[in-house]
Each structure stands twice: as structure tokens, then as C-alpha cells.
């Protein structure tokens, strides 16, 4: 026997408002819907600060979006190499990704800009930049493939850690083979100094210094302590070469999908992190520094100068590619 449906039927049986939603045509019931959950990738260890930052950053999203987004972070490799993560959030494998500028500079070259050599003689410099007409820029540029820039951070400054001597003027570093993340920019950088740059993920680096593979690396300390990489380095030379810029960036497609209201809550939640991404950063630096000295690792300072005079063809060599307009736009905002 044929039955039919009525209205009043159809409200009985969408027991929780979704059948009945689809009858009537609604596409969206609240109380039935799923939350979205954005899965945020960021390449260092799980133990690192960033990653309760990070989770506390969720909270925030999921408490001010009422549960209708959540943020789940994956730490540590979880989601692939630094590579996997930075090309998933163009393919969307990856909803949300937080790195350097260096590693973006593979799939968004205007990223490098920030990596040029000793581009920022202090932090409050490159922060006002990150936070004017360059830093929005760069963020445009994004959009060519579909991705949106959230908030500028910074991973610390990057420095030399060596495991036989220190670094005090550039012929320290010659013919040194020194681990560098995939970049163009970081290749020709050590290459004006005279290194051997080898490109190696942050996971391989501990077993690649122990067996001399490569006898230095530039990395934030932060990421030295979080990495256990104290535990081979001998000197930590403060070279600052680089101010280290970092972003959370989404997916566009999937970022959308939020719907205008609970997008600009979490782009509102983004845009008030970058505060306390560079405290963070700040403290774990510090923390870091100690905790390398007590372990027995040497720190010396460095005259940045000569190295800056040697790495200064690399201004010329990005110039065209990076757009000579916005080099100049950048070497302006920080008298450089």
C-alpha cells in the first residue's frame, strides 16, 4: 500500500529538525547542523609554545562561533613534511596552515620579499611593515590561488648554530655545509657567504648534525629547545639575519564556507593573535636562550655588517622577481 507524507508527518519524523529542513526546503538548520572543524597544521613539535597558542586560538574560535567551528591543531608532522602542509593549503588537504615566510615562498613567491637578508634592523620595524600596505600586499597576492592571509606572526629571529665553532664574520661560513629550509632566497643567501646550503626538513636535522651531515643551521631558538637540537650544537652565533615573518593561512574554498558571519569572527580572532604570537614568540626565545646556555651551548653576538655587505647581491639577484616597486616600497618603511 502506497503511503503518503504529509506535512505535519514529515515534521514527526526529521526528529531533530533536518528531514523536515530538507522538505521545506530549508538548506540550514542550526540546532541540526555539524559543526565545521578546521584541521590547522604547524611544523613544529607538539612541545613547542606554538602549539598551545595555537589550541587556545581554537578555543576562542569554537566559544565566539557558538560550537558551528571548531579548530583541531596538528603539530609535529602530523599532516606531512613543512612541504605537504604549505602546498595543502592550496589544494585543501590542509584547512588551515601556520609557517615562515621562506617555506611560502615556494608557492607564493612574494613571501620571499620578507626573507631578504638583514631587511629589518629591529622588531618594531618589521612589525609595522607586516601590519601596513606591504604586509597587505603580500597577503593579496595569495589570492591568485585561492588562499587567504589571516594574521602576521613570527616565528623569533633566526640565528646560526654550529657545532664546532662559532660564527663571527662571514669566512666562518665558508665552505660549510649549513642546513637551510627550501628557498631560493635562503640558497643564494649562504651561498654569498661562501656555505654549502643543504636542504634538509626540521625532522631530519637532529640525526643529520650528529653524524655532521651538515655543521650548521639558521634557526629560531625556540625551535632549537622544541626540537631537542641543543643537544648536538655547540655555539649559537646571533647573526639575526632574519626576522623570520610567519602566517595563518586558509583555504579559501574552505574558509568560505563559514558563511560571512562566522568568517569574520575568526578572521577578528586571527587579527588579535598576532599580538600574542609575537610575545610568545619573544618569551620562548628567551626561554630558549637559557636553556641553551645552561646546557652548556655558547652564545656570542655578531657585528652584523660584513655579513650584511656580503649578502647584499641578493637584494639585486630577487629584485625583478619580487617586483621592484615593492622592494623599494619595503627598503623605504625600514631605512634599510
Given amino acids: 500500500m502506497k503511503t503518503t ?15 523536515a529542513a530538507v522538505a521545506l526546503g530549508c538548506p540550514y538548520v542550526a540546532r541540526g547542523a555539524q559543526p565545521i572543524t578546521l584541521k590547522l597544521a604547524q611544523p613544529d613539535s607538539t612541545l613547542h609554545p606554538f602549539q598551545k597558542m595555537f589550541e587556545e586560538f581554537g578555543q576562542q574560535v569554537e566559544e565566539k562561533t557558538g560550537g558551528e567551528v571548531k579548530v583541531r591543531v596538528y603539530g609535529g608532522g602530523q599532516l606531512g613534511s613543512s612541504a605537504n ?12 596552515v601556520v609557517h615562515t615566510a621562506g617555506f611560502f615562498s ?11 637578508p638583514f ?21 593579496q597576492s595569495l589570492r591568485d590561488k585561492s588562499v587567504h592571509g589571516l594574521c602576521w606572526g613570527t616565528h623569533g629571529w ?18 660549510m655545509k649549513v642546513r637551510i629550509q627550501q628557498s631560493p632566497m635562503f640558497a643564494a643567501m649562504f651561498k654569498a657567504v661562501g656555505a654549502v646550503p643543504v636542504v634538509l626538513d626540521v625532522a631530519e636535522l637532529y640525526l643529520a648534525l650528529s653524524q655532521n651531515a651538515v655543521q ?28 623570520n615573518a610567519s602566517a595563518l593561512l586558509a583555504n579559501g574554498r574552505k574558509f ?15 587579527h588579535s593573535l598576532s599580538s600574542t604570537w609575537r610575545r610568545v614568540s619573544r618569551e620562548s626565545t628567551e626561554a630558549a636562550q637559557k636553556v641553551c646556555q645552561e646546557k ?13 655587505d656580503r649578502m647584499r647581491p641578493v637584494y639585486d639577484e630577487f629584485r625583478d622577481a619580487l617586483g621592484a616597486d615593492l622592494v623599494d616600497k619595503v627598503l623605504k618603511e625600514t631605512a634599510s
Fill in 119 to 139: 631587511l629589518f634592523p629591529d622588531a618594531a620595524s618589521a612589525e609595522r611593515t607586516l601590519a601596513g600596505p606591504v604586509g597587505s600586499a603580500v597577503f
Fill in 85 to 96: 602542509i604549505v602546498s595543502g593549503v592550496t589544494t585543501g588537504t590542509v584547512d588551515m
Fill in 5 to 19: 507524507l504529509n506535512r505535519r508527518d514529515l515534521l514527526r519524523a526529521g526528529a531533530g529538525g533536518g528531514l
Fill in 256 to 270: 568560505d564556507s563559514l558563511g560571512q558571519k562566522n568568517g569574520d569572527t575568526v578572521r577578528e580572532l586571527a
Fill in 296 to 308: 652548556g651551548v655558547k652564545v656570542n653576538t655578531v657585528d652584523f655588517q660584513p655579513f650584511r
Fill in 158 to 175: 633566526r640565528v646560526m648554530e654550529t657545532t664546532s665553532k662559532p660564527v663571527t664574520a662571514p669566512a666562518d661560513l665558508e665552505r
Fill in 216 to 243: 650548521g643551521m639558521e634557526i629560531p631558538l625556540s625551535s632549537v629547545v622544541a626540537s631537542k637540537l641543543h643537544e648536538v650544537v655547540t655555539h649559537i652565533s646571533l647573526t639575526n639575519h632574519v626576522y
Fill in 106 to 116: 615556494s608557492y607564493f613567491p612574494r613571501m620571499q620579499l620578507l626573507d631578504l
